[in-house]
Structure formats: structure tokens, C-alpha cells
């Protein structure tokens, strides 16, 4: 088979595709064909050096994707059925062998290309509106990155829980993206606490969603007195450290969030997708796919969503 590897960290052009042997496929495991593999900022910082990875180069990356079943020996999934994964290594490949509690059925009605787009986004929206701050009808939230893979679902399901989007994105494009995605006002980063004060008549909004780290103090400002701050990344940077007075000065709330916390099985794992495809389905959540780039030029890809003027998912796809 055919994978996109690298033997050295650095920028894409460590990235070659080339042959090398399949994987081995263990009891409890799938063999799936890969047709399309989600690209994430976490592929960029392993590529780098940055992240912990898991084994020794040559190194395969991607943890996302979906494809067909060629190979399996477990009940539960058949040979031919189309599934997708959102936390399995080694993506970037032809062939990935997945454990079969991370698979998710795809139904018939969503393309391979589209579950491929969702998973991994759209469950950390899903887990941000239901399990980190629950939006309640009326609130209003700030949504960093809006115009980013997550931002634009994350806004999306907010709308659709009855709350009312505030987007922070870094170019105009990234800000029309976001308001057609249901935002009510769309801000770029300058002076954005000040105005985003203004547009809640100086109170403040409910909940500030932060993936990018360095802006965490003046989500903190930004917020309403007894306000909520959800800190689920940090793309530009660490943030730095908060002293505990500002939380309780103004009564702030500050959670993490973590994916992996919440998906604590494959019945978990597989409901919370299932309602994400619903939604698809019936038109209440739309996927945005930035570009399809073959994943022999995945140093292009990589290049492209470093150079942050993609808007919405980058995918990895093969035939």
C-alpha cells in the first residue's frame, strides 16, 4: 500500500508518499480502505516535533478518516459497509487498520467525503454546546476561529440550540463563512473585546468559546459578570497562566474541554455521531469542505491549511 510518511519532523517538505506494508490487522480490529482523511492542526504539530507520537519513524499521520470495511473478523460491521473513525493513527494511508469501537456507521444518505469532514469537528462541537456549556435559549455566545472546521459548526449548532453567535474570525471571507452559517454579527480580532461589549449593550455575552489560547485573558475581560469561558485549544500559542482573583472578582466561570474526555465508548461515541448525521440529513447542519487535495500532495495540503485562508475542512482523499 501507499501512505503518506515522513522519517524527520519538520516544515511539509519531510512529507513523501510512498509504498510501504499494510498494516496488521488484530483480533478486535478492521481493515478499512480509505477514501477520505480529515487534515487538523494536531497533523501540522506532530509533524513538527510538537506532539507525542506514539511510535518510532517512519511515521504515518492522520487520526481521522472514512472508507469501506475490506477486511474484518468481529461481529458488529461486515465486509463492504462504510464507516468512519475519529480517533485512530495512521489515517494517511490506503489501508488503516481501526479498533472496532471506534468505528461509526455512515448511512446511506451522507457521502464518505462529508462523514470524513464532520467526525472529529463535529463532535467537539457537539460536546461544547451539550456538555461544556449547555446553550440555553437566548444566550448569546463568542465563537473564536468561527471560520475554521469547528467555528463553523460549533456556530451552527448554537443557532440550532437557540442561542445567538457573535463570530471572531481573522479575514472578511472567514467572517461572510461564519454569517452564513447563522451568525448574528461577524468581528475581526481588532479592538474585538470593546465591540464585542457593544453589541451586548456593554454587558457582556454568556459564554466565550476559546481555541486559540493566547486570547484566553481577554475572553476572560469579555465576558459578562458570572459569565462563562470554554478554553478547548490553542491554536496561536499557550495561553497564559490566570490568576484565580480574576475568576473570582467578576464570579467567571473557566472550563476546560477535551474530546477524548467525553467519548467514553463506542455507544457514546456512536449516538453522538448519529446526531450529527440526523442533523445533515435534514439540512440543520451543514458541512463545509475548504479542499480536496490527493493525499500524495499532502505536503500542499499541509501548506494550505498552515497558511490559515482555508475555509472550512481540508480533506486528504484517495480515488
Known amino acids: 500500500m501507499h501512505a503518506l510518511i515522513f522519517d524527520r519532523f519538520g516544515d511539509p517538505d519531510v512529507l513523501t508518499w510512498r509504498e510501504t506494508s499494510g498494516p496488521q490487522v488484530p483480533p478486535g480490529y478492521a481493515l478499512v480502505e480509505i477514501r477520505s482523511a480529515g487534515l487538523n492542526f494536531a ?104 471560520g475554521g472546521g469547528v467555528g463553523l459548526l460549533l456556530t451552527q449548532l448554537i443557532v440550532a440550540a437557540g442561542g445567538r453567535v457573535i463570530a471572531l474570525a481573522s479575514s472578511r471571507p472567514k467572517q461572510d463563512a461564519a454569517r452564513a452559517m447563522g451568525a448574528a454579527e461577524a468581528l475581526g480580532y481588532d479592538d474585538w473585546v470593546a465591540n464585542v461589549r457593544g453589541l451586548t449593550g456593554g454587558r457582556g455575552p454568556d459564554v466565550i468559546y476559546d481555541s486559540i489560547g493566547s486570547t484566553l485573558v481577554d475572553s476572560l475581560a469579555a465576558a459578562r459578570t458570572g459569565g462563562h469561558v470554554v478554553f ?18 467578576r464570579s467567571l466561570t473557566l472550563t476546560g474541554g477535551d474530546l477524548w474526555n467525553v467519548l467514553t465508548g463506542p455507544d457514546v461515541r456512536r449516538q453522538r455521531a448519529a446526531q450529527l448525521f440526523s442533523m445533515m440529513r435534514d439540512g440543520r447542519l451543514v458541512v463545509t469542505i475548504g479542499a480536496r487535495v490527493p493525499m500524495a500532495e499532502g505536503a500542499r495540503a499541509h501548506r494550505m491549511l498552515e497558511g490559515r485562508g482555508v475555509i472550512g475542512k481540508v480533506l486528504l482523499t484517495l480515488g
Not at 499521520?61 to 473513525?85: K, M, Q
Not at 485549544?233 to 475568576?247: C, E, H, K, V, Y
Request: glycine share 8%.
Open 232 to 249: 478547548y485549544g490553542f491554536s496561536n500559542g499557550d495561553p497564559p497562566a490566570i490568576d484565580p482573583r480574576m475568576l473570582m472578582d
Open 43 to 146: 497533523d501540522i504539530y506532530r509533524r513538527r516535533g510538537n506532539y507525542h507520537m506514539d511510535a518510532s519513524p517512519p511515521w504515518i499521520l492522520g487520526y481521522e478518516g472514512a472508507g469501506t470495511i475490506v477486511a474484518i473478523d468481529e461481529p458488529g460491521f461486515a465486509i463492504g459497509d462504510r464507516v468512519a473513525f475519529a480517533d485512530s493513527p495512521r489515517a494517511n494511508a490506503e489501508l488503516v487498520a481501526v479498533p472496532m469501537e471506534k468505528l461509526v456507521p455512515v448511512p446511506a444518505e451522507i457521502s464518505l467525503d462529508d462523514a470524513a469532514a464532520v467526525l472529529l469537528q463535529g463532535l467537539t462541537a457537539h460536546y461544547l454546546v451539550h456538555d461544556s456549556h449547555a446553550i440555553a435559549t437566548g444566550e448569546t455566545a463568542v465563537v473564536h476561529a468561527a
